[in-house]
């Protein structure tokens, strides 16, 4: 059995009904009688659109000249392991492979050889995600098309570049 | 019952029971009502805004919002997961229903920090497609799978210690 499995068979009885319960309609009712929906005032509507535009255009500006570039400094990969992505951007698949201390990009060559039985989706680049939660960073080799290097690729998907030494050893 | 009521009906009689259930397992059942009350005030106050398709990772990230507030609101902690921790078989399960594997399973997941149990209890204890998971979760896919991957073996590494060996697959 693995890890998914298990977890799945000790989750807690289904609730099915409570919709439908006294106390569910009691919530329910509640919910409307503590609010009403908010009726959009044309202006209010305009002025937080573009409010909210600008902030969208500052942080996307933000982001585009950060993401792209390396990653930050002591980023570390702390499993070593390395991922490869079917698609650039938001991918359906991700399929982590085992820790090696291989070129990250010929493991996911590799990996769409063997797995997906076909020709990788050339070029290949190595970008750099970085968590928010003091838990490191992860290697994730992505298909560039139709981009020409790595930069602007990982730029696209929303990463750093992956720097050479780490995708020359993801292992170290 | 004009537009706006019927679409709050039917929020609420296709997705209250899989928030209660959602929010019981991780605040328990005495709040779970509560919470769930909550979610769709929110969700009554910006019916405007839930957008069309996406209803379930809307309600299911602002239950999980709510919920994470009120723990850390509360000074003894995660309740739940403390009475995980201390979870006894007088707690109704059939012991021939593997409850004592359940109970080991259920302290590593107490044990493992909240971020991971978070991604594992909102992907394998609700019915979240991985990309609505994500959104729950306010990240993206690639982290997001970058994060369940490394989740699950750290479960899978506290399982070992206990001598429940789970088969940890190579991850999508």
Redesign the interface.
Known sequence: MNVDEMVRRAAPARVDGWAESAQGRTVLAGVRMRSVPRKSRTVRRIVGAVAVTGALVGASAAAWGVFGEEPPKGWHNPTGGVACADKLGQPRGLYILQPSDANAIDQCRDWWRTERRTEPPEPLFGCVIVMDDNDGGALIVVPGAPFKNAADACREAGMYAAPPEAIANPGR | MDD??ER??RL??AH??GL??YV??RIGVEEA?DV??DT??VA?????RIPSGDERAWLYGVARRETLSRVRKRARGDALYQRLLNAGPQDGADIAD?VL??LE??RA?AELGP?DRDI??TT??TELTP?EAARVLGC????Y???L??A??R??RA?EERD?S???????
Do not use: I, Q
Not at chain 2, 44 to 48: F, N, Q, S, T, V
Not at chain 2, 166 to 172: I, T
């Open positions: 706006t009521d709050l009906e609420f009689r209250a029971d209660f259930r019981a397992h009502g769930v009350g769709f005030v009554w106050r910006k019916l405007d593997g594997a359940r399973l259920w997941l971020a594992l209890l394998l204890w990309a993206s896919r690639p982290t799978a970058v994060k991957h490394r699950r073996r479960l899978a399982l429940m789970p088969v940890l697959e190579s991850v999508r």
